[in-house]
Antibody, heavy 123, light 109 residues
Framework: QVQLVESGGGVVQPGRSLRLSCAASGFTFSSYGMHWVRQAPGKGLEWVAVIWYDGSNKYYADSVKGRFTISRDNSKNTLYLQMNSLRAEDTAVYYC????????????????WGQGTMVTVSS | EIVLTQSPGTLSLSPGERATLSCRASQSVSSSYLAWYQQKPGQAPRLLIYGASSRATGIPDRFSGSGSGTDFTLTISRLEPEDFAVYYCQQYGSSPTLTFGGGTKVEIK
């Protein structure tokens, strides 16, 4: 079945780095734009970044621009989020999510979500 | 950036009652590019509505969305026990920058 499985979360000190992965299965990964969305403990949802189906375009929320990098490997059906210079306010569950649209017709909303991976930034 | 404000923060209702949730945008959402999600504790969000009023695959018809411009509404016609959750609106009219509302919790009265 269609599935997204995140991994790579954990506890990290402020200023350090972490890389999250999201393994996709059950659909043609290379046809869909992919997003990262996060949720701080007890808080609402915050969009983090998007990468187009072919990796040609990437966009970020202002809160992570210059520190986080989204990437994908379509040969491995895997999405990544490289997080550098981590701050306490980056503490959250990080979800990967599939864009509803196919190919260049990315829509900007999310029809499939992973179960999330927790990132805690603390000394 | 388009800011979405959801109200009320919490809605206390009984099963069988009608729920009306509001999402107001700080500026007009182009082409009614607004989605609604449901999130239960410990779970990922689930897409309910997109394009302001189109139900996602498998979503029961007791869920309906309406609105345009800056004012949008999610209505649950008769609350089932499994509908008690937090609901978020999200705009994608200013894509690629996407924003969510702060959420409305629908709790059992």
């Amino acid at each position: 079945q269609v599935q997204l499985v995140e991994s790579g979360g954990g506890v990290v000190q402020p200023g350090r780095s972490l890389r999250l992965s999201c393994a996709a299965s059950g659909f043609t990964f290379s046809s869909y734009g992919m997003h990262w969305v996060r949720q701080a403990p007890g808080k609402g949802l915050e969009w983090v970044a998007v990468i187009w189906y072919d990796g040609s375009n990437k966009y970020y929320a202002d809160s992570v621009k210059g520190r986080f990098t989204i990437s994908r490997d379509n040969s491995k059906n895997t999405l990544y989020l490289q997080m550098n210079s981590l701050r306490a306010e980056d503490t959250a569950v990080y979800y990967c999510a599939r864009d509803y649209g196919v190919g260049a017709r990315a829509k900007g909303f999310f029809d499939i979500w992973g179960q999330g991976t927790m990132v805690t930034v603390s000394s | 950036e388009i800011v979405l404000t959801q109200s009320p923060g919490t809605l206390s209702l009984s099963p069988g009652e009608r729920a009306t949730l509001s999402c107001r945008a700080s500026q007009s959402v182009s082409s009614s590019y607004l989605a609604w999600y449901q999130q239960k504790p410990g779970q990922a969000p689930r897409l309910l509505i997109y394009g302001a009023s189109s139900r996602a695959t498998g979503i029961p018809d007791r869920f309906s969305g309406s609105g345009s411009g800056t004012d949008f509404t999610l209505t649950i016609s008769r609350l089932e026990p499994e509908d008690f959750a937090v609901y978020y609106c999200q705009q994608y009219g200013s894509s690629p920058t996407l924003t969510f509302g702060g959420g409305t919790k629908v709790e059992i009265k």
